[in-house]
C-alpha cells in the first residue's frame, strides 16, 4: 500500500485495507516543513488520527495468503514493514492488532512506546529507536514456526524473540485467506485503560508472507517516497 493514488487499494492486488467504525480516509502530501519530505522527495500520505474508540481503525485481509509454517490454519511466516513519521511529543502508537475485530481488553501485538522503543512485552528495542519527528522505516519478521520475531529500524536490527516455541499459531500468528473477512487491524487497539493511540503519519505499508532476512531487510534501507517494494 503506497497510497501514491490517494486510495487505500494495494498496489500489488494481493490485499485490501478497509476503514472500519467511523474512520474516514484522509490523504495529505509532505510539505517538506511541517510534515518533511523523504530524502527530499515529496510522498503522498495517510493521515492517521488518534483513535479513541476500539471500532475504528484499519483493516488489512490477506485476500492470497494461506497458512504457512505448518499450520493448519494461520500465518506464522511473515513480514510486515511501515514507512511512517510522527510528530510531537512521543506517546503509546498501537501498530498492528492481530485480532481484526478488536475487541475490548485486548491489547495491540505491536508498538511504539512513549520512550520510543519499539515492540511488546518481551522483546522491546531500547529507547529511542523510532525517533520522533523524522521518517523511519520499521520492520517486523517473524518466523512462528521457529518461535523467532525480529524488529528493524531503517534496515538495522534492533531486537529479537527466538527459540520460543510458545509463538507458533499463537498471540502473533494472523488469521490467512482460509478465514472469512478480515485478518489485522492496524493502529488500533482494545486496551481501556488508558489512551495507546498516537497521530501519525504513513507513507507506505508492505506485507511479504514469509520472513524476509536480515540481509534483505538492509538492503530495503531507509523510507523512500515512491514505497516499500517498488
Known amino acids: 500500500w503506497t497510497f501514491n493514488d490517494g486510495t487505500l487499494i494495494d498496489a500489488f492486488g494481493n490485499g485490501t485495507m478497509t476503514r472500519v ?74 501498530i498492528f492488532q492481530t485480532n481484526p475485530q478488536n475487541p475490548v481488553g485486548n491489547d495491540a501485538d505491536w508498538y511504539i512506546a512513549p520512550d520510543n522503543a519499539l515492540g511488546i512485552g518481551a522483546p522491546y528495542s531500547g529507547a529511542n529507536a523510532v525517533p520522533q519527528d523524522t521518517w523511519n522505516r520499521i520492520a517486523f519478521t517473524a518466523d ?27 498471540r502473533w500468528a494472523l488469521f490467512s485467506n482460509l478465514d472469512p473477512g478480515d485478518d489485522v487491524r492496524l493502529f488500533n487497539e482494545g486496551d481501556q485503560s488508558g489512551l495507546y493511540t498516537h497521530a501519525f503519519y504513513v507513507n507506505s505499508i508492505a506485507f511479504v508472507d514469509r520472513e524476509l532476512s536480515s540481509l534483505e531487510i538492509a538492503d530495503l534501507g531507509n523510507p523512500k517516497a515512491a514505497g516499500i517494494l517498488i
Not at 483493516?59 to 510522527?86: C, K, P, R
Open 144 to 170: 512462528l514456526a521457529l518461535g523467532r520475531m525480529t524488529f528493524y529500524v531503517n534496515g538495522s536490527f534492533v531486537a529479537e524473540s527466538a527459540n520460543d516455541p510458545g509463538l507458533f499459531d499463537g
Open 21 to 94: 467504525g467511523l474512520t474516514t480516509s484522509h490523504f495529505i502530501t509532505t510539505n517538506g516543513t511541517t510534515i518533511p519530505h523523504i530524502e527530499g522527495v515529496p510522498a503522498n500520505l495517510l493521515n492517521v488520527p488518534q483513535f479513541t474508540s476500539e471500532a475504528d481503525g484499519f483493516n488489512l485481509a490477506f485476500d492470497v495468503t494461506g497458512a504457512n509454517g505448518g499450520s493448519a490454519a494461520y500465518i506464522n511466516q511473515y513480514t510486515f514493514i511501515f514507512d511512517l513519521y510522527s510528530p510531537g511529543v512521543s506517546d503509546w502508537q498501537a
